[in-house]
């Protein structure tokens, strides 16, 4: 299953409302998991199966879609946010991650 | 709390073999998934492999099938990647990874990764 988000980079502005997408070659259901990724630091769960929320991860994260279409939504951008998100199918084997969406600082 | 740490990075010539470990800790181990996930510099994730909680499934990313060989041994709560015919393709950060018991296969906890460098 292959995994493509969009877009690859974007820039913003602390306070902003972000949302990307990722989007899968066939459906997954709600398999669908989000990562964050700091530089030099192993990623981090944010959001299981499509819009679960990991613990201890603050609720301006949140996650929406089902079948093959999702979005990641940051409701107010925070500069400790400024990262790259993956997005990973789990429906089946060999699992794969999307190519990932780097928030930049505008 | 969980606790996952890989070993046995390192620099290593083409089509040589390398062999990963990951200890883990704080949780039952045998009765998790692990994984193995890999990235390259400057890259994105990509999943390699992941083994269950018994050992007896296993599965492979196509670019390493046939290469790599996934084990565990649940009696020392470690879970290892045995690396042979490397390529240069293969040099990334090397990340152990736990998936969620709870049937959605989510990652909920990793490791802080290993170079391997081929060259």
């Known amino acids: 299953i292959q995994m493509t988000q969009s877009p690859s980079s974007l820039s913003a502005s602390v306070g902003d409302r972000v949302s990307f997408t990722c989007r899968a070659s066939?459906?997954?259901?709600?398999?669908l998991n989000w990562y964050q990724q700091k530089p030099g630091k192993a990623p981090n769960l944010l959001i299981y199966?499509?819009?679960n929320l990991q613990g201890g991860v603050p609720p301006r994260f949140s996650g929406s879609g089902s079948g093959t279409d999702f979005t990641l939504t940051i409701s107010s951008l925070q500069p400790e946010d400024f990262a790259t998100y993956y997005c990973q199918q789990s429906y089946n084997t060999p699992r794969s991650f999307g190519q990932g969406t780097k928030v930049e600082i505008k | 709390q969980v606790q996952l740490v890989e070993s046995g990075g390192g620099l290593v010539k083409a089509g040589r073999s390398l062999r990963l470990s990951c200890a883990a800790s704080g949780f039952t181990f045998n009765q998790y998934y692990m994984s193995w996930v890999r990235q390259a510099p400057g890259k994105g994730l990509e999943w390699v492999s992941y083994i269950s909680g018994s050992g007896r499934n296993t599965n492979y990313a196509d670019s390493v099938r046939g290469r790599f060989i996934v084990s565990r041994d649940n009696a020392k709560n470690s879970l290892f990647l045995e690396m042979n015919s490397l390529r240069d393709e293969d040099t990334a950060v090397y990340y152990c990874a736990r998936e969620s018991a709870a049937g959605t296969a989510e990652i909920d906890s990793w490791g802080q990764g290993t170079l391997v460098t081929v060259s």
């Open positions: 199966h499509a819009s």
């Open positions: 066939q459906n997954i259901d709600n398999y």
